[in-house]
């Protein structure tokens, strides 16, 4: 009789639909961080083993949360589901601060991405990994062992939330792939963010070797108001193309050069990634999604940032050549060209 029930149990617990098999990898990414705190201190052992256990975690939970998700998929939203999700959201959470404050990508420079050490501050914030692990494996066993959810409300299921978000995803796509200048400006913000960040950081310095040198120049340029004569620069007069300058001169009558630049790079890098947006939109004739990716590779691409920290006047040039091209391509060239 015992026997007979106890074979009923594990059945019922081993069903591939019971979640019994994610509880046993949530488990099993618990103990990979539980492991790493206390084996593997990346501060008292100066290795790099804790990061592999972290992303293995990392991984592991995502895995399970989705696995998870799509069981309970008909199951009502507001349940214990929403703490399987916070679970998740401290996983991901641990996992992007433990990476930031590691300085394992900070603006211009991507370190190791996977095993790079830690300090104390990413340390910190990793152990949200083990905390959002331990959720996630305790929700599970909840489901497992009661065969449901514990809900609050019925309405609405976890399908029915997903449906709507669905819904309002594609809407908004619909909406930005009928109004690319909205996109171009959404992506044009993040860029100008993303590029402001180390001028914040380390104000009132300025960004970039070539940088006082443009601030010398703009102010010799303010002094005499010549395009045309020569100018000091880099080590001796010379001819210098007038058109940042000339761009730039009326400004430094409201605040000083040095704010000047310390603004102007990432307004004209914001510029270019909107550029880079209407370009896939008005040339190359591509969705949002397209036209979005276009414009964060823009603004993450090395050599664009590397340029808008030296060299203001291609930064410039580049402005234009992109708004030169979408103007040709989308009216066409003049009529008497020849």
Not at 157 to 164: G, K, M, T
Not at 217 to 232: A, I, V
Not at 234 to 254: E, K
Not at 273 to 296: D, E, M, Q
């Amino acid at each position: 009789m015992q026997k007979d029930l106890l074979n009923k149990v594990l059945n019922k617990l081993m069903n591939p639909g019971s979640g019994f098999y994610n509880v046993v990898f949530s488990s099993l990414s618990l103990a990979l961080s539980l492991y790493g705190i206390f084996y593997h201190n990346p501060i008292l052992t100066g290795r790099v083993t804790y990061d592999y256990l972290v992303w293995a975690s990392t991984v592991i939970s995502l895995i399970i949360v989705y696995r998870e998700l799509k069981r309970l998929r008909g199951k009502p939203f507001y349940s214990s589901i929403l703490i399987l999700l916070a679970g998740a959201t401290m996983v991901v959470l641990g996992r992007v601060a433990s990476i930031y404050y590691n300085y394992t990508y900070m603006i211009g420079y991507f370190g190791a991405l996977v095993g790079d050490d830690y300090t104390i501050e990413g340390y910190a914030y990793s152990l949200l990994v083990a905390t959002g692990s331990l959720f996630i494996t305790l929700t599970i066993l909840v489901h497992l062992l009661t065969g449901d959810v514990l809900a609050v409300k019925s309405d609405p299921s976890l399908e029915d939330v997903y449906r709507n978000l669905l819904l309002l995803a594609r809407g908004a796509g619909g909406f930005l792939d009928k109004h690319p200048l909205i996109t171009a400006f959404i992506v044009s913000v993040f860029a100008f963010i993303f590029r402001f960040m180390p001028e914040l950081k380390w104000w009132p310095w300025l960004i970039g070797w070539d940088t006082p040198e443009y601030v010398a120049h703009l102010l010799d340029f303010k002094e005499r108001l010549n395009p045309f004569t020569s100018y000091y620069w880099m080590g001796g007069w010379r001819n210098t193309p007038p058109l940042l300058p000339m761009l730039l001169a009326p400004f430094t009558y409201l605040v000083d050069a040095w704010y000047v630049f310390k603004v102007y790079p990432s307004i004209a890098f914001s510029i270019l990634a909107g550029l880079s947006t209407l370009l896939a939109v008005k040339v190359y004739g591509k969705g949002w999604r397209t036209c979005l990716l276009a414009g964060f590779l823009t603004t993450t691409f090395i050599l664009n940032l590397r340029i808008s920290w030296d060299y203001q006047r291609q930064l410039l040039g580049s402005v234009f050549m992109l708004a030169t091209i979408i103007v040709l391509e989308r009216w066409g060239f003049p009529k008497d060209w020849k």
